[in-house]
Each structure stands twice: as C-alpha cells, then as structure tokens.
C-alpha cells in the first residue's frame, strides 16, 4: 500500500464503504491521510461532582439514583434522571428526543457522564452528555481525541479507525524543509504532521502539526500565483468615466462631515475610475468607519455615467439595510440613482420585475446576495462591481459577479485588517484603501468583563438605557436548548422567555436567529430598527452591517465562544449613533487563553489592533476545529486568521523554490480557487 494506492486497499475498507467514501471525494490512501478532524476532545479527569466548574465540560462518575423519565413539550420529548457519586452530591442530567434511553437509564447503573455543567440555583445539570462505563473512559482521559465530519452510512469512529490502519504511508512524503526552518515557523516535519494532526500527542503537537499543513497548503497555493504573476497584466479602462458634481452636491448636503480618512478613499476611487486603468481596490475600513458612504460615492459616479453598478452583500439582511438607506438618501437628497434589490427568495412576481429592470438598464444600482451572479441575472452595462464584507465570499463567487460586465471596476470592502503583502495575494495588484477613522460624533464604546453572577446587574442597566429611550442586543451562541453540541451554553429561545419574565412589561423584548424564514428576519430587524421593540435577543446574525444608531448596549453571552474579530464585529453594532455606547461580555471562562483574549477586547475598541493581538495570542490553548471558514478552499488554512503563516510562506518562498520547483500539488489547484 502506497499513496496512490485505492481506498479499498486500506485494512478494513470493503466495497460498501468504498463507495461511500468515493461519495465525498476520497479515492486514494493519499486524499485519506488528508481528511483533517473538524474538531477534537481533551477527555478530563474525572472530578467530583462538588468540585466541577459551570460554563465548562467536565467529567463526572455517578451511580442513578432513579429511573429515567420522559417529558414532552413543544413536539419534543426530554429525557431527565439524577445520578449521586461516592460523596453524596447529585447533579441531573438531560437528553433531548433519546427515547432508547429510557431503558439505558436505570436505577442502580454506574455511568461517567461527560458534558458541560450548568448551575441552577444550587442544582448542577448537564445537558445531551456523553456516557461512558468507568473502564472505558479511564482509558481515554487525559488523551485528545479526534472528531471528523461523518456521514449517515459512515461514522466519525470508522474514519478514525480506517485513518488509523494507513496513517504510516505519511513517510512516503520527503521533508524538503531544514529544521531551522521548521523551528523558525514553529512547525513539525511533515510526516510528523501527518501523524498529529490524526492522533496528535498533546495541544502543543497538535498546534505545530497545524501549523505546518497549513504551511503547506498556502505554498501550493502561492506557488501557482507566482507562477501566473508575471504574465499579469493591468487591463486598460477603456471607457473612463468622468468626475460628476453628483458625489460633491451629497457631500456637501449631509448633516455630517466626512472624515479625512472617507475623503480620501472616495478621491482614490474616483482617480481610479477616471484613470487609464480599470480599478481593482481594496477599502479597509474598520467597523463603523463608513465604508459604505464611500462605496456609495462610487455607485453615483457609474450611475451618472449611464453605467451600472453593483453591491453584494453577504447576507439578506444587511442587503436589505443597504437598500434601504440608499433608498432613504436617493429621495432625501435627490440622487442621479435608481436601486432595486435582489436576492433569492423574493416572490416570483417581484423578482421577474427586478430582474427585467436589470435587463433594460432601467435600474442603475442593483444590491443583492450572492443571487446577483446566478445565470437568469443579465445586466445592461455593468461597469462597477462592489462586494461588501468580501471574506465572506469565495473567489469564484466575486469572479462571477465581475464577470457579468464588461470591463468592469471592483471594489472590495472588508473590516478586516489583513497585511499589504497578502492583500496583493488575495485579489491580484490590489490597490488599497485604510480608513482607520471613525466620524468625529462617535464616542468610544465602554467595554467591561464580567462574568454570569453579574447578570442581574447588567439587565438593570440595559432597564437603565431603556427609560432613556435607547435599545440593546443581547448575544446568545444558541438558537435552542436542544441543538446538537449545545453545551449547556445560553440560547436565544429560552433567555428570551427568561428576558421577558423579568422585564415583564417593563421593555419590549423579540429574538432573532438564523432559522427564521427571510421575509420574517427582515420584519423583525425592520421593527427594531423602527423602536418598535426595546430588546433584540439574537445569534450572530446580526454580526455584520446591521445599523442602529439608537442601540447603546450589546451584551454578549458566553463571550469565550467567540473569536476576537467576531466580538468586535459585534461590538460594532453600537456606537453607531452620537450617544454612549456599551457592550458587556459575559464570561465564566477560567483558562487563561480566554482570560486574555477577552481583555484584549475589554482594553481597545481598534479592529486593527484587535487584528495584530490577535494573531500574538493564537497557539496552543483551547482544542478548536482545524477546519476554517475562509473565503479561499483550503481544507485547513483560514486566509484571514493564518496570514502570519501566509507571510512565513511569502517570505521562505524564494529560499526553498529550488527544492519545491517540481513537487506536484495534490491539494490545492490554483486554478479553481
């Protein structure tokens, strides 16, 4: 068995589970060895049930003191049953929609039950915990397991155990790299990185494993742009626009005035699209900086120049938010434009309306999702092409919306802070545009750690903001109690029903989450925006765009659950008007790697300093998925959140072509990315 050898030839691979495993794309050892865990466990010791840490996964062993009982509510059935250990403390346990264990849950059985512990006035609980039998798990602990994406006719444990039986063809790989150069990017070996990243030996092993394969990745993927670079070549603007007095007459109308950083972002673009060249540039702006008034400088110049222009957005509510403010100062200030929106579950009769005014031109500013590019979308003169939040999109995705003009401009936006060097990488010879500005009516929002003991508290000062007529966010992690994984963490349904309990009719109170159909989304976000409720209580989907000026607090729940650029992208939708501003991070965190990312957000509210300490602060610490969210499609490497490898790449490159001028990428095809 090699390489290339067929997956069947892998010990316990029969043809069945060939053909599910050719289902998702892995044919031989060698894409076998390359299926990466989404995630992994560190199995704790075992503690005892007066000592276990809530907000945090513990390891408990108990003997039940009762059978099992079912309730129903809502569709939905839940399971309960107390167990007490050697010292006579009990915590209960609970399962969602698990009928089997009705006759697994027996009085007098002994079960380490693992999970995260939540308290309950002085009650503990766990919530869709694991269960192992006392021998089982004393083998496990202190070990770091792996856990890969699985299908229905293929389990994460056969894929380990199928890894496991080929993992040793890892040695066929050659090292090419010195090993001060693995040490200088705290990196392993390759094939030791093979190993580790499947069966690693601890966080520290794991991390430099990572570390590594990511390495990988990002040369192939760099490899193939020097390549091609040198045959690229700036494409003339061929039909220049010229300046309009349009962008000049707004700017002098608004009540505000523009920050020096929005003036000259706006006199970069207009030269760009006035110039010899078409423009391709990038506007990095952090949240609240006004990047959009600056795109919309942008789509005025193309309009009154008979031209149309674009605005993608990664989300349906934020493209609604942009269509309604352009909407809002095209009739306020009598603007040369004429918007429509579209995205992909409008009404058959609306959408064929939108369409055919795209089609004739009688619409010179479209704004949309990602429906913009679908095929039955055809332009009249699309010459200015503006993605909004652009991470979110892969690159096919931008290419296709590009590709429905004819020598068309772009122009990207994104909040986050990403090095000159790996823009250029990204998107081409991307010119680039920092707006690290805020408008001079914003104060700096007042940030403030605290942990859950804090929660009456905070509703009281939230009650606080209200009877001065503002509004707040309340951030959960959860939609639900029962999804899958939920670790006992807050949830929007039920905090709502507790929210609304508390404030009685004291606050106006509504939730918002992503499983919401789109046009009732849209109503809530519209009533909230309009006052007509005190309180939004949502995930993360309102974490990009999403405008308020009257909301002064956002308190956010489980604040460990998230990612630094995250939380100050939600931080960022307060501050958005002239009053003060707030945001709460509530967190019962105790390891350190937490404690300090929350301080970093406690201590600054500049994105571009979050950015830099956030790439300080990664390493070993907290066992996290390795499979990243980035808009490029690399199976491990996150283009924003691993730039400091992309730059390592970038800087190694020309020292080690000589020893990779030949490899052959298995991985990455530069051409489809």
Not at 47 to 64: F, H, M, P, Q, W
Not at 267 to 276: F, R, Y
């Given at each position: 068995?090699?390489?290339?050898?067929?997956i069947?030839?892998?010990?316990?691979?029969?043809?069945?589970?060939?053909?599910?495993?050719?289902?998702?794309g892995?044919?031989?050892?060698?894409?076998?060895?390359h299926?990466?865990?989404?995630?992994y466990?560190?199995?704790?010791?075992?503690?005892?049930?007066?000592?276990?840490?809530s907000?945090?996964?513990?390891?408990?062993?108990?003997?039940?003191?009762?059978?099992?009982?079912m309730l129903?509510?809502?569709?939905?059935?839940?399971i309960?049953?107390?167990?007490?250990d050697?010292?006579?403390?009990?915590i209960?346990?609970k399962y969602?929609?698990a009928?089997?264990?009705?006759?697994?849950?027996?009085?007098?059985?002994?079960?380490?039950?693992?999970g995260?512990v939540?308290t309950?006035?002085?009650?503990?609980m766990?919530?869709?915990?694991?269960?192992?039998?006392?021998?089982?798990?004393e083998k496990?602990q202190?070990?770091?397991?792996?856990?890969?994406?699985?299908?229905?006719?293929?389990?994460a444990?056969?894929?380990?155990?199928?890894?496991?039986?080929?993992i040793d063809?890892?040695?066929?790989y050659?090292e090419?790299?010195?090993?001060?150069?693995?040490?200088?990017?705290?990196?392993?070996?390759?094939?030791?990185?093979?190993?580790?990243?499947?069966?690693?030996?601890?966080?520290?092993?794991?991390?430099?494993?990572?570390?590594?394969?990511?390495?990988?990745?990002?040369l192939?993927f760099?490899?193939?742009?020097?390549?091609?670079?040198?045959?690229?070549?700036?494409?003339?603007?061929?039909?220049?626009?010229?300046e309009?007095?349009?962008?000049k007459?707004?700017?002098?109308?608004?009540?505000?005035a523009?920050?020096?950083?929005?003036?000259?972002?706006?006199?970069?673009?207009?030269?760009d699209?006035?110039?010899?060249?078409?423009?391709?540039?990038?506007?990095?702006g952090?949240?609240?900086?006004?990047?959009?008034l600056?795109?919309?400088?942008?789509?005025?110049?193309?309009?009154?120049n008979?031209?149309?222009g674009?605005?993608?957005a990664p989300?349906?509510?934020?493209a609604?938010?942009?269509?309604?403010?352009?909407m809002k100062?095209?009739?306020?200030?009598?603007l040369?434009?004429?918007?429509?929106?579209?995205?992909?579950?409008?009404?058959?009769?609306?959408?064929?309306?939108?369409?055919e005014?795209?089609r004739?031109?009688?619409?010179?500013?479209?704004?949309?999702t990602?429906a913009?590019?679908?095929?039955?979308?055809?332009?009249?003169n699309?010459?200015?092409?503006?993605?909004?939040?652009?991470?979110?999109?892969?690159?096919n995705?931008?290419?296709?919306l590009r590709?429905?003009?004819?020598d068309?401009?772009?122009l990207?936006?994104?909040?986050?802070?990403?090095?000159?060097t790996?823009?250029?990488?990204?998107?081409g010879?991307?010119?680039?545009?920092?707006?690290n500005?805020?408008?001079?009516n914003?104060?700096?929002i007042?940030?403030?750690?605290?942990?859950?003991s804090?929660?009456k508290?905070?509703?009281?000062?939230?009650?606080?903001?209200?009877?001065k007529?503002?509004?707040?966010?309340i951030?959960?992690?959860?939609?639900?109690?029962?999804?899958?994984?939920?670790?006992?963490?807050?949830n929007?349904?039920?905090?709502t029903?507790?929210l609304?309990?508390?404030y009685?009719?004291?606050?106006?109170?509504?939730?918002?989450?992503?499983?919401?159909k789109?046009?009732?989304?849209?109503?809530i976000?519209?009533?909230?925006?309009?006052?007509?409720?005190?309180?939004?209580?949502?995930?993360?989907?309102?974490?990009?765009?999403?405008d308020?000026?009257?909301?002064?607090?956002?308190?956010?729940?489980?604040a460990?659950?998230?990612?630094?650029?995250?939380?100050h992208?939600?931080?960022?939708?307060?501050g958005?008007?002239?009053s003060q501003?707030?945001c709460?991070?509530?967190?019962?965190?105790?390891?350190?790697?937490?404690?300090?990312?929350?301080?970093?957000?406690n201590?600054?509210n500049?994105?571009?300093?979050?950015?830099?300490?956030?790439?300080?602060?990664?390493g070993?610490?907290?066992?996290?998925g390795?499979?990243?969210?980035?808009?490029?499609?690399?199976s491990?490497?996150?283009?924003m959140?691993?730039?400091?490898?992309?730059?390592?790449?970038?800087?190694?490159?020309d020292?080690?072509?000589?020893?990779?001028?030949?490899?052959?990428?298995?991985?990455?095809?530069?051409?489809?990315?």
């Amino acid at each position: 068995m090699n390489l290339k050898s067929d997956i069947s030839s892998v010990k316990g691979v029969g043809e069945k589970t060939s053909a599910v495993f050719r289902d998702i794309g892995i044919n031989t050892v060698e894409d076998l060895i390359h299926y990466y865990p989404r995630t992994y466990e560190k199995f704790e010791n075992i503690t005892a049930i007066k000592d276990v840490i809530s907000g945090e996964r513990n390891a408990v062993y108990g003997c039940l003191i009762s059978d099992a009982k079912m309730l129903r509510f809502s569709g939905k059935t839940m399971i309960t049953a107390y167990a007490r250990d050697k010292d006579g403390n009990s915590i209960e346990i609970k399962y969602f929609n698990a009928n089997y264990l009705l006759k697994v849950l027996k009085r007098g059985s002994f079960y380490v039950f693992r999970g995260y512990v939540k308290t309950v006035g002085a009650r503990y609980m766990m919530t869709q915990p694991q269960m192992y039998k006392l021998d089982e798990y004393e083998k496990l602990q202190g070990t770091i397991g792996p856990i890969y994406s699985s299908t229905k006719d293929l389990s994460a444990a056969r894929i380990a155990k199928n890894i496991q039986n080929c993992i040793d063809v890892r040695n066929e790989y050659e090292e090419y790299l010195s090993s001060d150069e693995m040490a200088e990017g705290n990196m392993l070996g390759l094939a030791e990185s093979l190993y580790n990243i499947h069966m690693p030996g601890n966080e520290e092993m794991l991390y430099k494993a990572r570390r590594r394969l990511v390495f990988e990745e990002f040369l192939d993927f760099y490899k193939g742009f020097r390549m091609q670079e040198g045959g690229y070549e700036r494409p003339q603007n061929k039909n220049p626009f010229v300046e309009v007095a349009d962008c000049k007459r707004l700017e002098d109308r608004l009540p505000f005035a523009l920050t020096n950083a929005q003036k000259k972002a706006i006199e970069e673009i207009i030269k760009d699209i006035t110039g010899p060249y078409l423009m391709n540039r990038l506007v990095q702006g952090d949240v609240g900086s006004g990047k959009t008034l600056v795109a919309l400088m942008a789509l005025i110049t193309a309009a009154a120049n008979n031209a149309q222009g674009a605005l993608m957005a990664p989300t349906e509510v934020l493209a609604v938010q942009h269509y309604t403010n352009i909407m809002k100062m095209s009739s306020d200030y009598g603007l040369c434009i004429k918007p429509v929106i579209l995205f992909g579950k409008m009404p058959k009769k609306a959408r064929t309306e939108v369409l055919e005014k795209i089609r004739t031109g009688e619409a010179n500013v479209i704004i949309g999702t990602h429906a913009l590019f679908q095929d039955e979308v055809e332009f009249k003169n699309l010459k200015l092409v503006i993605t909004d939040e652009q991470h979110r999109f892969g690159v096919n995705q931008r290419e296709a919306l590009r590709d429905k003009g004819i020598d068309a401009h772009i122009l990207v936006m994104s909040a986050t802070p990403i090095p000159r060097t790996l823009a250029m990488v990204m998107y081409g010879n991307v010119d680039i545009s920092i707006m690290n500005e805020l408008p001079k009516n914003r104060l700096p929002i007042n940030n403030c750690v605290v942990d859950s003991s804090f929660q009456k508290k905070s509703l009281d000062f939230i009650e606080s903001e209200i009877k001065k007529g503002h509004q707040a966010y309340i951030i959960c992690p959860m939609i639900d109690e029962s999804e899958e994984d939920n670790f006992n963490l807050k949830n929007v349904t039920e905090f709502t029903k507790e929210l609304k309990e508390h404030y009685g009719d004291r606050a106006r109170i509504v939730c918002l989450h992503g499983k919401m159909k789109s046009d009732e989304k849209n109503r809530i976000m519209d009533s909230f925006k309009d006052g007509l409720y005190d309180i939004l209580v949502s995930t993360t989907v309102i974490e990009v765009g999403v405008d308020v000026p009257n909301a002064t607090v956002i308190m956010i729940e489980n604040a460990e659950r998230f990612g630094l650029s995250q939380l100050h992208q939600l931080r960022g939708r307060v501050g958005r008007g002239d009053s003060q501003s707030y945001c709460i991070l509530v967190s019962d965190a105790k390891n350190q790697e937490s404690i300090s990312r929350l301080k970093v957000l406690n201590e600054t509210n500049d994105g571009f300093e979050i950015a830099r300490k956030d790439i300080e602060l990664r390493g070993p610490g907290e066992l996290s998925g390795v499979k990243q969210s980035g808009a490029l499609s690399f199976s491990l490497g996150d283009i924003m959140n691993d730039s400091d490898v992309f730059m390592l790449v970038i800087n190694m490159y020309d020292r080690i072509f000589e020893r990779i001028k030949d490899r052959v990428s298995r991985r990455i095809d530069f051409r489809t990315i």
